[in-house]
């Protein structure tokens, strides 16, 4: 009995194996499977309003692009204005991920935090966090040529803190995980990128 388990087994390994292989040979993208992250926002924030004219049409226009990795952007952010946070809300920041980067955890492109709470949009002067190359500032788009469409979430962050305390070499994921414990309200961007 254990050794026709054991054969089962593996046949039905070899078939998802042969599906997998043959759905990334369909779509010319290469095969790497998603798993779930969890949101980085408490499911009590509340939501309100991001809009951005570089991305009204739901992709990144071409100077948005990076300028390495083979990406001949400008590595030029898109502009975003919010409005309807929260009351309390005492600062703001703002977050570029990639959740279909093929790293196993996503991509952060841009950190930015310290926003005054006055803000509706990123002023020129705030603090830049480390993008996960390790450079500060914005990374634009670059997904593997030929990879399916990847979504980038970009997210305004609305804080009850002024200054969440978030060491200046911190990494995105550090950084993302000291600020998750004040959000209180979160307005969010999806725009996709390919090529």
Not at 30 to 44: I, N
Not at 63 to 71: I, M, P, S
Not at 93 to 100: E, G, I, L, N, Q
Not at 144 to 165: C, I, K
Request: a positive charge.
């Amino acid at each position: 009995m254990k050794r026709k388990f054991t054969a089962l087994a593996v046949a039905a390994v070899m078939v998802a194996a042969a599906a997998g292989t043959a759905s990334a040979a369909t779509t010319g993208a290469p095969g790497f499977g998603y798993h779930k992250v969890r949101a980085g926002v408490p499911v009590h924030a509340s939501r309100f309003h991001v809009q951005s004219p570089d991305l009204a049409a739901g992709t990144f226009p071409a100077g948005a692009y990076a300028d390495v990795f083979g990406c001949t952007g400008q590595n030029a952010a898109p502009a975003l204005t919010w409005s309807g946070a929260p009351a309390g809300t005492k600062s703001f920041a703002v977050t570029m991920f990639d959740r279909d980067a093929p790293t196993g955890s996503g991509f952060w492109h841009w950190t930015v935090r310290d926003i005054p709470a006055s803000a509706t949009s990123i002023p020129e002067d705030v603090t830049n966090g480390a993008n996960d190359t390790g450079a500060t500032g914005y990374l634009g788009p670059c997904p593997p040529a030929g990879d399916r469409p990847h979504r980038y979430e970009l997210t305004v962050l609305a804080l009850d803190v002024a200054d969440a305390g978030v060491p200046r070499n911190a990494t995105p994921a550090l950084a993302s995980f000291a600020l998750s414990a004040h959000v209180i309200g979160y307005a969010r961007i999806t725009a996709t990128a390919k090529r």
